[in-house]
């Protein structure tokens, strides 16, 4: 079975700061990982993936991801935090065989001015 | 270019109502996944949809069914409705089921209240 974990419900950053969404992952055999980002009433959209090759995966918006195969972990990051980044974030995760996505309980990010 | 699009975009129904949810996806895509989002919880997989079969079930009753046609699009069945099934269902499409180089492309989702 694939699981994901998003140990923090809300994360509150100022403008301007480096931000770290978490994430840690359970899946058999080599994980394939996901965030994505959803605004309130809306669907969700993708930011990265990581399947195979550089740890750090770079993706939408400035956002990039570091995965680290030891700590089963796949952090989101950005350098400098923008207040239109406040919105809702999910860790995905599946595995080799899957067809589905298994999706973390989500993080509310917060961007103060 | 369109992306994903599902309909309607509230729903209000009874307890013991049939519902049925309709979803187009990204121009492009073979492959439609359902989700459903309840408040303050991430996204369940329902099933997926390829060359109009269900290629893959979640956990959930046989209560819910779907269909996908030719031209890819699908909709979403929902029998004997419950309280429990008020959520957004979230429609996502995607090229090539088991692809992992097609990332899902998500709907604005369908909000379904169950009275």
């Known amino acids: 079975a694939q699981s994901v974990a998003q140990p923090e419900d809300q994360v509150n950053v100022a403008e301007g700061n480096p931000l770290t969404v978490k994430c840690t992952y359970s899946v058999s055999g080599n994980p394939y990982l996901f965030w994505y980002v959803q605004y309130p009433n809306r669907g969700l959209q993708f930011l990265l993936k990581?399947?195979?090759?550089?740890?750090l995966v770079k993706g939408s918006y400035g956002f990039e991801a570091e995965f680290n195969k030891s700590q089963t972990s796949f952090h989101l990051k950005k350098p400098s935090a923008l207040v239109s980044d406040s919105a809702l974030y999910f860790c995905?995760?599946?595995?080799?065989?899957?067809?589905?996505?298994?999706f973390g309980s989500g993080t509310q990010l917060t961007v103060l001015p | 270019d369109a992306g994903v699009t599902q309909s309607p975009t509230h729903l209000i129904k009874t307890r013991g109502q049939q519902v049925t949810l309709r979803c187009s996806p990204k121009?492009?895509?073979?492959?439609v996944s359902w989700y459903q989002q309840a408040l303050g919880q991430g996204p369940q997989f329902i099933f997926q949809y390829y060359e109009e079969e269900e290629r893959q079930r979640g956990n959930f009753p046989d209560r819910f069914s779907g269909h996908q046609f030719p031209n890819y699009s699908s909709e979403l069945n929902v029998n004997a409705l419950l309280l429990g099934d008020s959520a957004l269902y979230l429609c996502?499409?995607?090229?090539?089921?088991?692809?992992?180089?097609?990332?899902?492309?998500f709907g604005n989702g369908t909000r379904l209240t169950v009275t």
């Open positions: 990581y399947i195979t090759g550089d740890n």
């Open positions: 121009s492009g895509h073979d492959t």
């Open positions: 995905a995760v599946r595995d080799m065989r899957a067809r589905q996505l298994t």
């Open positions: 996502a499409s995607s090229l090539g089921a088991g692809s992992v180089n097609s990332p899902l492309h």
